[in-house]
T-cell receptor, first 112, second 116 residues
């Protein structure tokens, strides 16, 4: 599976939009891009998943360019409670349960 | 949404003893579940894939005789850490795919194991 690279940490003020970019140069045709959020001492929580172009849900947007070699998770108007680690994963759609390989993640710190 | 639970949420045991951690899918069936380990300030590391009705498959470097996995039913997988040592102290997390597609997974809340 394609290895992902994302910034180790980011800082933001409350109310700002935060964009976290992930690179996955070796992504394959059957691969999807998925983002998870993890708070300390909790299991990760699924945020959003996409294949190409733009996907939006109630908490975030995911932008994927045409070559799919990168993706950007956009969190609108972050609050203190968005302080967490965000993981970008490439997952292969094989029709059965897929193993998830977590990279280092991006530690987002939101302050007032 | 789908819920995955783990029990216990934390456990302290003495070196040399065994500890069993349960992972349950509460409102859906999971023929496959995954077990991860996470050390402080580090990412999740996949340990093994738990398969209902068959043997678990372990990732490279994970001792299958030390980390026993049993997928007893479509809603329950257990991880037993045998002959625990202090270096086994970690945060253990399980996950289960919600649907057959597999790319959206639901994670349990984790189990904090401390071996003294």
């Amino acid at each position: 599976l394609a290895k992902t690279t994302q910034p180790i940490s980011m800082d933001s003020y409350e109310g700002q939009e935060v964009n976290i970019t992930c690179s996955h140069n070796n992504i394959a045709t059957n691969d999807y891009i998925t983002w998870y959020q993890q708070f300390p001492s909790q299991g990760p929580r699924f945020i959003i998943q996409g294949y190409k172009t733009k996907v939006t849900n109630e908490v975030a947007s995911l932008f994927i360019p045409a070559d799919r070699k990168s993706s950007t998770l956009s969190l609108p108007r972050v609050s203190l409670s968005d302080t967490a680690v965000y993981y970008c994963l490439v997952v292969r759609n094989t029709g059965t349960a897929s193993k998830l390989t977590f990279g280092t993640g991006t530690r987002l710190q939101v302050t007032l | 949404g789908a819920v995955v639970s783990q029990h216990p949420s934390w456990v302290i045991c003495k070196s040399g003893t065994s500890v069993k951690i349960e992972c349950r899918s509460l409102d859906f069936q999971a023929t496959t579940m995954f077990w991860y380990r996470q050390f402080p300030k580090q990412s999740l590391m996949l340990m093994a894939t738990s398969n209902e009705g068959s043997k678990a498959t372990y990732e490279q470097g994970v001792e299958k005789d030390k980390f026993l996995i049993n997928h007893a039913s479509l809603t329950l997988s257990t991880l037993t850490v045998t002959s625990a040592h202090p270096e086994d102290s970690s945060f253990y997390i399980c996950s289960a795919p919600h649907l057959a597609g597999g790319y959206e997974q639901y994670f349990g809340p984790g189990t904090r194991l401390t071996v003294t």
